[in-house]
T-cell receptor, first 115, second 113 residues
Framework: AQSVAQPEDQVNVAEGNPLTVKCTYS??????LFWYVQYPNRGLQFLLK??????LVKGSYGFEAEFNKSQTSFHLKKPSALVSDSALYFC?????????????FGAGTRLTVKP | DGGITQSPKYLFRKEGQNVTLSCEQN?????MYWYRQDPGQGLRLIYY???????QKGDIAEGYSVSREKKESFPLTVTSAQKNPTAFYLC????????????FGPGTRLTVT
């Protein structure tokens, strides 16, 4: 069965600094990987996905993520953080080798960007 | 949150009462999902439906029921059998098997006292 771990409950960065939100995964087949962002009392918004191809994936709002198969990681990055990036970020994985709708979400990482 | 509506945004009920949460989408998506979100636990799948008149249990289906009579609607009933119903409930949809990401509604916060 697939699973995903977000090792940090909280990440704090200063505005203008680069940010990284970590995610590691476990699947038996090929991983389909996703990042979502959630603002307070709102639904999740899709940021980006990795299905196949280039290991560096670019998404919405200047975010990108790097797929690393050997480290089974899919860390979310942004070169220069904004205060408005402060939110809850979720990593998710689906096993692409199975005909399944089963998507597993991490517990979330709360990002705080301070002015 | 585009195209997926959930109502109401906040819902309060007394213990022992059944309550139905609404989820409607106008994206013409085939698949729909219900998740429960609790602090520090991420999202857990309750039920999902890939086509009309068909649905499958997720990881935590006990105490919940769903129906999928129309493509655009996937209501969730929280029954009195659900031991800890207070949570944030999220509905999502996906175009079909050929698509990958799910799109989420704004959520309903249910409080049972």
């Amino acid at each position: 069965a697939q699973s995903v771990a977000q090792p940090e409950d909280q990440v704090n960065v200063a505005e203008g600094n680069p940010l990284t939100v970590k995610c590691t995964y476990s699947v038996s087949g090929n991983p389909y990987l996703f990042w979502y962002v959630q603002y307070p009392n709102r639904g999740l918004q899709f940021l980006l996905k990795y299905i196949t191809g280039d290991n560096l994936v670019k998404g919405s709002y200047g975010f990108e993520a790097e797929f690393n198969k050997s480290q089974t990681s899919f860390h979310l990055k942004k070169p220069s953080a904004l205060v408005s990036d402060s939110a809850l970020y979720f990593c998710a994985v689906r096993d692409g080798g199975r005909n399944s709708n089963d998507m597993r979400f991490g517990a979330g990482t709360r990002l705080t960007v301070k002015p | 949150d585009g195209g997926i509506t959930q109502s109401p945004k906040y819902l309060f009920r007394k213990e022992g009462q059944n309550v139905t949460l609404s989820c409607e989408q106008n994206l013409n998506h085939d698949a729909m999902y219900w998740y429960r979100q609790d602090p520090g636990q991420g999202l857990r799948l309750i039920y999902y439906s890939q086509i009309v008149n068909d649905f499958q249990k997720g990881d935590i289906a006990e105490g919940y029921s769903v129906s999928r009579e129309k493509k655009e609607s996937f209501p969730l009933t929280v029954t009195s059998a659900q031991k800890n119903p207070t949570a944030f409930y999220l509905c999502a949809s996906k175009r079909g098997k050929e698509s990958y990401e799910q799109y989420f509604g704004p959520g309903t916060r249910l409080t049972v006292t």
